[in-house]
């Protein structure tokens, strides 16, 4: 079984919607992410966190929120989701700290109409 | 600010010819961590290697190896004797020590090898 899990893979949802993408690991990990990934523009950070307690920003965070519901699990939310929010968007894991590897989730592709 | 340039949008190759990946970085912190992924067709991330800024040695695995050099700023990937399931985008992406674990990724380089 994966280490790192994205539910769902794909999804086609339309503007004004809100959706939320879950990840999932067995790894163990206290440091979660969350990125974006656009052509051209290579992987953004959209947030992070430490632990079910600390969760902080990354560098384009506008128009999503984060949950972290246990150590296993991170969820990203689109609370209206547009269409320039169609990407693919990875889940993260490490040990953690001070910097160590990340494991990715599979990835999640979500098209806004 | 941090920053990792991969000035190689695409890359096209024959089958069995060597190639070389660039990657420049820009960081403030003394301390920080390098790293390569590859991404196939399939969209998976997969991990290549990683590397520290007090560790300049030059690693090869099996057809791969990183040139890492602070002076030029650079972290550079060859594949030698390419094959066709080398086809790929290649990250790469920087860690600074007090920077959260956070990834700063570069823009990638999309490496198509041909039969």
Known sequence: ???????????????????????SQTKGHD??????????????LIY???DVKDINKGEISDGYSVSRQAQAKFSLSLESAIPNQTALYFCATTPGPPVDTQYFGPGTRLTVL | AQKVTQAQT??????????????????????????????PPSGELVFLIRRNSFD?????????????????????FTITAS????????????SGYNQGGKLIFGQGTELSVKP
């Not at chain 1, 079984?1 to 339309?14: G, H, L, M, S």
């Not at chain 2, 300049?56 to 550079?76: D, L, V």
């Not at chain 2, 094959?83 to 920087?94: E, G, I, K, R």
């Open chain 2, 83 to 94: 094959q066709v399931v080398d086809s790929a985008v290649y990250f790469c992406a920087l």
């Open chain 1, 48 to 50: 992070y966190s430490f």
């Open chain 2, 10 to 39: 695409e890359i096209s190759v024959v089958e069995k010819e060597d190639v070389t990946l660039d990657c420049v970085y820009e960081t403030r912190d003394t301390t920080y961590y390098l790293f390569w992924y590859k991404q």
């Open chain 1, 31 to 44: 440091r979660m992410y969350w990125y974006r990934q656009d052509p051209g523009l290579g992987l953004r």
């Open chain 2, 56 to 76: 300049e040695q030059n690693e090869i695995s099996g057809r791969y190896s990183w040139n890492f050099q602070k002076s030029t700023s650079s972290f550079n």
């Open chain 1, 1 to 23: 079984d994966a280490d790192v899990t994205q539910t769902p893979r794909n999804r086609i949802t339309k503007t004004g919607k809100r959706i939320m993408l879950e990840c």
